[in-house]
């Protein structure tokens, strides 16, 4: 059996705490503490994939999301190895404050679009984190190394205020911008706020609140 290695220094981390010691107690994985990893908190083998192939991982919750520190961590995860075998597992557990954990994982999204582009794994809670970690490895290591990225399109239903947008508007969306980030100046600005009115009806005044709650719309 392969060994995972998980960074150590997680433990102080209170968010993910429980979670270390729960990976080094696991008997379907082998995993062992690191003392420090400047890149990423764990790294997985992929024997299938190549001798040498390693998966490494970040995790974040909703407050990391557009620190310099989880930018500058981000930007060196990804030029280990181009983007490839790595990616972001996103805590998706309301806080007590701040934003919700859709709207953190949008932002991340959007840091991500033009250059950093890599899978976001969205994680319930911190206890299914490990499951879905060594799910998301296992499909990576007999997948011969594909990895999905993460689509921007999948988040669409979930940009209005009230309830998740209908299919067919989401279609429409899909249709009429190229990704969040346009969507996003769309709303911003009176031209985009009326061509979305054209095509959304009623539906355009709840997008355009939502982004305008998140983010500083116009």
Request: contains cysteine; aromatic residues 6%.
């Amino acid at each position: 059996m392969e060994t995972n290695l998980v960074c150590s220094s997680m433990r102080k981390r209170p968010n993910w705490a429980t979670l270390t010691r729960a990976l080094l107690q696991q008997n379907t994985a082998r995993w062992k503490g690191k003392s420090s990893f400047e890149t990423h908190d764990v790294a997985m083998p992929l024997s299938r994939v190549a001798a040498r192939a390693v998966f490494r991982a970040i995790f974040l919750t909703p407050a990391d999301i557009g620190t310099a520190e989880t930018r500058t961590r981000t930007e060196r995860l990804f030029n280990l190895n181009g983007g490839q075998y790595v990616a972001l597992v996103l805590l998706m557990e309301k806080q007590d404050e701040g934003e919700s954990p859709t709207a953190a994982m949008m932002r991340l999204q959007l840091e991500l679009v033009g250059g950093l582009e890599m899978p976001i794994i969205p994680v319930a809670s911190v206890e299914t984190a490990g499951t879905t970690l060594l799910a998301f490895h296992q499909q990576l290591n007999t997948s011969g190394g594909c990895q999905k990225r993460a689509e921007a399109s999948s988040l669409l239903p979930y940009c209005s205020d009230s309830y998740t947008l209908p299919e067919h508007k989401v279609n429409l969306l899909s249709d009429i911008t190229s990704g969040l980030r346009d969507l996003l100046e769309q709303a911003s600005t009176a031209e985009g706020r009326e061509k979305l009115a054209q095509y959304l009806g009623p539906d355009a005044e709840r997008v355009i609140r939502f982004w305008k709650e998140e983010y500083p719309v116009d």
